[in-house]
Each structure stands twice: as C-alpha cells, then as structure tokens.
C-alpha cells in the first residue's frame, strides 16, 4: 500500500512548529519521503489531498480501559461506580467485544492510534493487543498492563473488583512473573486509594503497598527490560514510589512541592487524565448525588495546580483518559494548565511515545517512522477544536476504514491455512 497526502501542513512533534505545503509519501507501513511543493502521485495507490490540512502523528492514550470506554456514552447523569462496575461484571467475551468497539470508536472518531490499556481482569487487554496484531481483526496499537496490582481490600478492588490482590514482597514478585509470563509490556500497581470505592470507604488519600513490596514489583519489572506504571494519587503514594524506582505516576490529583519535586529530580513521567477525573465529579454532581460529589469535588480540586507545577519543573508529560475522558478535552486541559498548544500537541504526540519509550518509531512525522497519523481539516496550533475535525486517519500505513478494521486479508490466510490443512 503506497499513500500521498500532498499540499498540507505539517506539525512537527518533535521541535513543536508547522512545515507548510508539505507532502509525505508512504510505502507499506513507513514514511518513505517528506518534501515541500508538488509530487508526481501517479504510481501511488491512494492521493489526499491536504489543501487546507494539517498532518499530526497519530494522538496516545497512555491511561485507557478500552473494555469499559463505552460508559463515557452512558447518560450523563449515570454514575462512573456504578456504569464501569456493570461492564467489568460482564462475561470476558463481552467485555473483549467491547474493547475491540471502543477502541475503533476512539481510533476513528478521536485519531487515537496508540493506547497504553491500563489495567483489566483476566488478561483482557493482552487478549486485545494479540487480537489487533494478529488476527482477526485490525485497530490502534495497544500497549498492554495486564491487570493492575492491589492490596487485599485495596483500590481495585472496591466497586470495579479488577484487581490482582497479592500482599507481601514474595507474593508481588510472583504476581509480576505471571503478569510478565502472559506478555504485559508494562506492570501496573494502585498504591493510593482512589474515586471508584469513595462511597465504600477507599480514598485517594490512602496509601497502599508499602516501600519494599513496591520496590519489588519495580525489580522484578526492570530486569526483564519493563517498566511499572503507577495509580498514585496521594502525595505520600507517589513519593514512596518514586523513591522505590518507579517509571510513570498516573493522576496525581493530591501532588505537593516535595512529590514534584522528586519526579523531575528521578525522571519519572506523568499522566495526570484530568478529563476523565473531571468527569466523575461531573456525573455524580449531574445526577444529584451531593454527598459523593462533595468528597470527589474535594479531592480533584487540587488537580490542576499540580499539573501546572509539574509542566513548570519540566516533567514528562502525556495524556490520558481513564474511563471517562475524551483526548481532545486532555489536551485543552494541559493548555488551560500552562502548555501552548503546540506543547500539549507534542504530549499527546511524541513525548507520549517517549513515555513508551517508542518515539524512534511512532509520535512524529518523519522520513522512516511508522505512518500512523490523523489528517485534520483546519489548524490545531491555532484552534485545538479543529481535532475533531477528522478528515483521515492512517494507522500502520494503511487508511482507516471497514476494510483495514475488518482485516478480510488475515481472514482469507487463516481460511487458506485451514484448507490446506484439511487438504
């Protein structure tokens, strides 16, 4: 499959600046070329014209639960606790069916083409990580946890009962083996309280694990070449974590000086999902649960000041949803914290796929990368609406349609195997 997307713009991930006129060529999966004026696109399979357009790497949600993505369309008045616990309570080929429907849904309508699944029972988002790579279905890259790690009784445990309970360092090391054994890219662990169980007694200011379990899970992690994500929201949660080695705090909504501090001292990223946070609060205060929706208001309301310090010390930060968010209000979040645009762009983008550790090969738009991107009408440097404006998406070097999601091609090898194998 060979593509021209001619006379566009361009945004540079990377140096955060637009190249006008541009035009990319891929071949296969990978951009071949980037030049500016016209070329000759007669030999290719497919022209985009990008007269008025502009070209961005494809957008990452680094904190995703694709199996649970569809209670953000649920009314907004219906309860994340109440919502993502009747999802997670589903039979898995359900719930791997709904992860294969959420995860197109964001890939088509929001330009996601990199999702980091943070975390579901059973295996679930390995499951759905092979299913797009091999067969027999097509969709965004996922960057898998497997499911997260929990203190007997802790978050994770508390409403959405996803969690892998182990206590004690031997029974952590076990736990991470396994996880690493089924094919986890990444080790999650909750070692803060958090908003899902409020009502049954968790709290984001908790602090789970202890320094030496953490410290464990993080050993066991690293010398098999993976790196461990953290659920922190408590300030004391996140400094214990960093201290014990870890790689990326997800939400931080309770961050002080002295946690900041250590994260930009010790290279650790950052995730905070602000929009899907927000949106827990939203919909217990819509739906008129007052009490619920005091606690939340309470301990979200802090969010934003540790975000913004966090992008004045220069931390890593990319962007995620949760349950609930959308990546285009992610992003106008970093922007109302302090980034500009072409800033927040860039953490959905390229310092996204340095969190990944994947950025020399996804998250820019350059000769030899994979073409993942989203082909936009308008200028998001200038008006981040205009993400929404979804003229094409490619993902793998391939246009994004029925075709490409339905993956007829794998199907008619694995129908031709199986033939032959009966022949």
């Not at 996803?162 to 952590?172: I, K, N, P, Q, S």
């Not at 050993?219 to 461990?228: D, F, L, N, T, Y």
């Not at 490619?394 to 490409?404: A, D, E, M, Q, T």
């Amino acid at each position: 499959m060979s593509i021209l997307i001619h006379s566009c713009s361009l945004f540079d991930s990377v140096n955060m600046e637009t190249i006008h006129d541009a035009s990319i060529l891929i071949e296969k999966e990978r951009i071949s070329r980037i030049t500016t004026g016209s070329v000759d696109g007669s030999s290719v399979d497919k022209v985009i014209d990008g007269t008025g357009c502009t070209v961005l790497p494809g957008l990452f949600n680094l904190h995703t639960h694709p199996q649970r993505r569809h209670a953000r369309f649920m009314g907004p008045t219906s309860p994340f606790r109440i919502g993502a616990a009747a999802v997670e309570k589903l039979p898995n080929t359900q719930r791997l069916l709904w992860a294969i429907q959420n995860s197109w849904v964001e890939l088509v309508e929001e330009g996601v083409t990199t999702m980091r699944a943070a975390g579901s029972k059973d295996f679930l988002n390995i499951e759905l990580r092979d299913v797009f790579e091999h067969g027999p279905v097509s969709g965004p890259r996922i960057v898998s946890t497997g499911p997260i790690l929990a203190i007997t009784g802790g978050h994770g445990t508390r409403g959405l009962d996803g969690g892998m309970e182990v206590d004690g360092e031997d029974e952590v090391r076990k736990a991470v083996r396994r996880i690493l054994k089924e094919g986890a890219d990444w080790i999650k662990l909750c070692v803060s309280g958090g908003l899902a169980g409020i009502h049954k007694g968790d709290h984001p200011s908790i602090v789970e694990f202890t320094p030496k379990e953490v410290r464990a899970a993080v050993e066991e992690a690293h010398k098999r070449g993976r790196k461990v994500m953290v659920h922190g929201m408590a300030a004391d949660s996140v400094k214990m974590a960093v201290d014990a080695g870890v790689d990326c705090i997800e939400h931080g909504n309770l961050l002080d000086d002295e946690a900041i501090r250590m994260m930009a001292d010790h290279g650790v990223s950052f995730v905070p999902t602000m929009s899907g946070i927000q949106c827990v609060y939203e919909r217990e205060r819509d739906g008129g649960s007052t009490e619920v929706a005091e606690m939340l208001r309470e301990v979200i309301a802090p969010h934003a000041e540790a975000v913004a310090k966090c992008i004045d010390r220069g931390i890593l930060i990319g962007t995620g949803t949760d349950t609930l968010g959308r990546i285009h209000r992610e992003i106008e979040m970093l922007v109302a914290c302090g980034m500009s645009r072409y800033q927040a762009l860039s953490a959905a983008t390229h310092r996204s796929a340095q969190i990944l550790g994947l950025e020399g090969e996804i998250g820019h738009v350059a000769e030899g990368m994979v073409a993942d991107l989203v082909v936009l009408e308008g200028d998001p440097g200038s008006d981040l609406g205009v993400l929404s404006n979804i003229k094409e998406v490619i993902c793998r070097g391939h246009p994004v349609s029925w075709r490409y999601l339905a993956n007829s091609g794998v199907a008619k090898e694995a129908l031709c195997a199986q033939q032959g194998e009966e022949g």
